[in-house]
Every structure is written in C-alpha cells, then in structure tokens.
C-alpha cells in the first residue's frame, strides 16, 4: 500500500474511533441505505432503456447481475466517506479525503462487474450526499444536506488523475452542466424535483412502483442527461425530455394512459440506443434521502424533517 493510502487508512481508523463516540451520525446506517437505494434504483422496472428486471435495456455491457454486485461493492467506500465526514464542516481536506476514497471505490466496482462502469456516476453523487448527511449531523433536512454537499464540491481534488471522460466531452461538446454541475448547484433535481415527485405520487395514491418511476420521469423531464447526449446527442435527450413529460401529463404511471405512454418512450430509446443513466443516478440518490431523512427524524425527535 502507497504511503498516502496508508495514511488514509490511519486517518480512518482514528476517525472511527471518534465515530463510536458520537452514534448519532450512524456511518453504517448511511452507507446500508446508499446500497439498498442503488438496489432499488436497478430492480424498479420498467425503466426506459436502462438495466431493470426484464434486461439491460440499451447497455451491451452491463445487466442486472452486474448492477446489483457493483451496488454492494460500495458498501465499504460509501461507510469510509460518511466516518471520515462525521462531524466535519466541508474543507479542501474532506473533499480530496472522498475523492480518494472514490476512487478506491471504483475499483472495487470494476472489479466486481468485471470491468463494466456500472456506478461511477453514483459514487459522485451519493458520495457526496453521505459525507453531507454525516457532517450536518441527524437533523439534517434534504436541502440542508444537498447544500453541503454542493460546498464540499465546489472544492477542487488537486490530486485527482487527467481523465478525458465521455462526461467531460459531452459537456464541453453540447454545453451542459453535467454531473459536476448539478453537485455545485446543490442537487437541484434531486430535492426540488425527484423527490418532491415522489413524495407526491404517494401522497395522491400511487404504490411504490409507480411513485418512483414517477420520480424518474420528473427527473427526465428537464435534466440535460450527458448519458443521453454522449448515446444519441439532442435527439435522444428531445426524445427522453419530451417522452417523460407525456408520461406525467397522462396522469403519471399509475394511470393506464401513462403507462402505455412510459412504454413508448421505453422502444424509442431503445430504437436510439441510448440510455438516461445520470438520471437513475439522481433517482437513487431520491431514495438515499427519503429514507434517510425518516432516520434523522427517528434520532432527533424534536427536529422539523418532514
């Protein structure tokens, strides 16, 4: 092991200590509900064109075996980032201390899907909404949580390797945002529209199924996917935007109309061959904090979470 990754592990270990120490940031819990979001964000189906139950959609190489596996893989990546955050305000220190861990993460991914990127959109963005949740303590709102995640951000990883990332050149190419973006910004897809979509969808009726594919077609309707753009350029991103929109004016996918209209949208991305995983990415990240807000909640009764 590197002197840095040693270091690192160190730094961990005594990090851990000073986490028995303080139970309310519960590291484990986080980092078990950022692996059951990613689970559940590959078993909903149908998802338009991306890996669900009934296959990979318009991936070649990945499938749902390889999903759930990359998911678990994180488990301990995802529990590093929330002790080493425990507590802490976002600095240069924190955010390079994640960017390590991610990276190590990834690897770990790789190694389990053998070589596919199943998550490494996922480790972002969860990643920094983990380090966020455990830093802001068990009151935590999701709108508390997405700003400090966007300030742990907005520091740069002077240590991070030059990649030329299919992200990185769609950005540049078409002019959008991206995955970087959206973190800086504070998750605007994820705590002003995903979840406020889901929490609707149950609130007017609709199971679970439908709720989160609900969540996802809001997420689509206005989020400039770099997956789609780097797959089928402005058509296929026109396609998914446009498709999704139609879903939810049908009355969403509880409704027989909006069933049959998220079906459509499910051949024409597949006829495009192209896929909105920034999307599935933000809808797990939906999950991540629908679930761990009732936990906030459940440790600090007397704070306003919901």
Same mark, same amino acid.
């Given at each position: 092991?590197?002197a840095?990754g040693?270091?690192?592990r160190?730094s ?20 078990d509900?950022?692996?059951e979001s /990613?689970?559940?964000? &590959? ?5 338009p064109?991306?890996?669900d139950?009934?296959?990979?959609g318009a991936?070649?190489?990945?499938d749902l075996?390889?999903l759930?596996r990359?998911?678990? +893989?994180?488990?301990?990546a995802f ?8 507590g802490?305000? *976002?600095?240069?220190?924190?955010r ?6 991610g990276?190590?993460?990834? &690897?770990?991914m790789?190694?389990?899907t053998?070589? +596919?990127n199943?998550? @490494? ?5 969860l990643?920094?909404?983990?380090? =966020? @949740?455990?830093s802001?303590? =068990?009151?935590?709102?999701p ?8 300030r742990?951000?907005q ?12 992200g990185?050149?769609?950005c540049? @190419?078409?002019g959008?945002a991206?995955?970087?973006g959206?973190a800086?910004?504070?998750f *605007? ?7 406020p979509?889901l @929490?609707a969808?149950?609130?007017?009726g609709?199971d679970e199924?439908?709720?989160?594919l609900?969540a996802l077609?809001?997420?689509?309707c206005?989020?400039?996917? !770099?997956?789609?753009l ?7 991103l ?6 999704s ?7 969403? !996918?509880?409704? $027989?109309?909006g069933w ?5 949208l499910?051949a024409?991305?597949l006829?495009?061959n ?8 933000l /809808? ?9 807000? *009732?936990l $906030?909640?459940?440790? &600090?009764?007397?704070s +306003?979470t919901r």
């Amino acid at each position: 092991m590197s002197a840095i990754g040693t270091a690192l592990r160190v730094s961990v270990s005594q990090r851990l200590t000073r986490w028995r120490e303080r139970p309310q940031f519960h590291s484990r819990q986080l980092a078990d509900l950022a692996v059951e979001s /990613l689970i559940a964000e &590959a078993l909903l189906t149908p998802k338009p064109a991306l890996v669900d139950q009934r296959g990979p959609g318009a991936h070649r190489d990945l499938d749902l075996g390889r999903l759930l596996r990359s998911a678990r +893989s994180l488990r301990g990546a995802f529990l590093e980032m929330a002790m080493v955050a425990a507590g802490r305000g *976002p600095d240069q220190a924190l955010r390079e201390e994640l960017a390590a861990i991610g990276r190590a993460g990834e &690897a770990d991914m790789l190694a389990a899907t053998e070589g +596919s990127n199943a998550h @490494r959109g996922a480790i972002w963005v969860l990643g920094l909404l983990i380090a =966020a @949740r455990a830093s802001g303590g =068990a009151g935590a709102t999701p709108h508390e949580v997405a700003a400090v995640a966007a300030r742990i951000a907005q520091f740069e990883d002077r240590h991070a390797p030059r990649l030329d990332s299919n992200g990185l050149r769609v950005c540049e @190419r078409y002019g959008v945002a991206g995955a970087r973006g959206e973190a800086h910004a504070g998750f *605007p897809h994820v705590v002003d529209i995903g979840l406020p979509a889901l @929490r609707a969808a149950r609130d007017q009726g609709a199971d679970e199924t439908c709720a989160r594919l609900d969540a996802l077609m809001a997420i689509m309707c206005s989020l400039d996917d !770099t997956c789609l753009l780097h797959r089928g350029g402005w058509p296929a991103l026109r396609t998914a935007q446009s498709g999704s929109a139609a879903v939810l004016a049908e009355g969403g !996918t509880s409704s $027989a109309e909006g069933w049959r209209a998220l079906l459509r949208l499910d051949a024409e991305l597949l006829a495009l061959n192209a896929s909105p995983g920034g999307c599935a990415d933000l /809808l797990a990240a939906c999950l991540f904090l629908d679930r761990a807000q *009732p936990l $906030a909640a459940a440790r &600090a009764p007397h704070s +306003s979470t919901r």
